[in-house]
């Protein structure tokens, strides 16, 4: 199965869906209230997947749903929809535009198209695996990295990574700045951050503990824009995959990345 014209359609709507839902929130009362993961949830969010689960429902009524916010709608069609309305709550109630809705589509079980929207600025990235990313209707690429050493590097936070996994993260990091950590990777940016990865603003993101919702839309984006995604072992991501996430801008720097994360930071 192939994504169609329609599936692509259907992306930008719902893009423009949880865009128009999620606006009227940014910088005003949000109904801010924690989970029981501990993680934020807003109206924000809420109308937002509301708002994309019902146009789903209408066009491909046989498509499964995995949503953040509203959970699992079973489906027999081979296809899933897996939407994040915002991907990067903290940073939605804190004001600044650098989260993002996710828009994921997988046929049988395999990232096949993804829209990155970041409603506030009016930035939506659009892939499709085997064809090009487009950033506003327009291709966009990623960049060459001709070292690991110098490579922009980003992750959201380091308090996402458990003990073991920071360790390994410190070791990409000192890899990547030639064992000086003064600067240290970008922090920040969530989804955001493989949106500027696609379009040559940033080398390498990673991430751990990631869920099918903060991911799927992530791999077409990336792919489409000349980059490439995978586990810490360097596994392709699918439905089965672990939390542990890789994006390099360069495709040419993965297996020097995996390396630098398989090393303790000791």
Not at 21 to 47: M, N, Q, W
Not at 166 to 171: G, I, S, T
Request: aromatic share 6%; proline share 6%.
């Amino acid at each position: 199965m192939r994504v169609s014209p329609a599936d692509i359609a259907l992306a930008n709507r719902l893009a423009d869906a949880a865009g128009a839902a999620i606006r009227p929130y940014f910088r005003r009362p949000h109904g801010l209230e924690t989970k029981a993961d501990h993680s934020p949830v807003t109206l924000a969010d809420r109308a937002a997947e509301a708002a994309m689960r019902t146009l789903i429902e209408r066009a491909f009524p046989e498509d499964a749903i995995i949503g953040e916010e509203y959970g699992i709608r079973a489906g027999n069609s081979g296809r899933t929809w897996v939407l994040d309305p915002i991907d990067g709550t903290r940073a939605f109630v804190s004001g600044r535009p650098i989260f993002g809705t996710l828009i994921g589509l997988m046929i049988d079980d395999w990232p096949m198209l993804g829209v990155i929207d970041q409603p506030i600025l009016q930035e939506r990235w659009l892939g499709v695996i085997g064809k090009p990313t487009l950033f506003n209707g327009s291709p966009t690429k990623t960049r060459v990295c001709p070292d690991l050493g110098g490579a922009a590097l980003a992750t959201t936070s380091p308090h996402l990574f458990d003990e073991h996994e920071a360790d390994h993260f410190v070791a990409l990091a000192r890899a990547v700045a030639g064992g000086k950590l003064r600067q240290g990777p970008i922090y920040g940016g969530d989804c955001y951050n493989y949106a500027c990865l696609a379009s040559g603003q940033l080398d390498i993101v990673v991430e751990a503990g990631l869920k099918i919702h903060d991911f799927a839309a992530l791999v077409p984006v990336v792919e489409g824009a000349g980059g490439r995604m995978c586990d810490w072992h360097g596994d392709p991501l699918t439905a089965d995959s672990g939390g542990q996430v890789i994006a390099a801008g360069d495709p040419a720097r993965i297996e020097e990345i995996v390396e630098a994360l398989a090393c303790h930071g000791h």
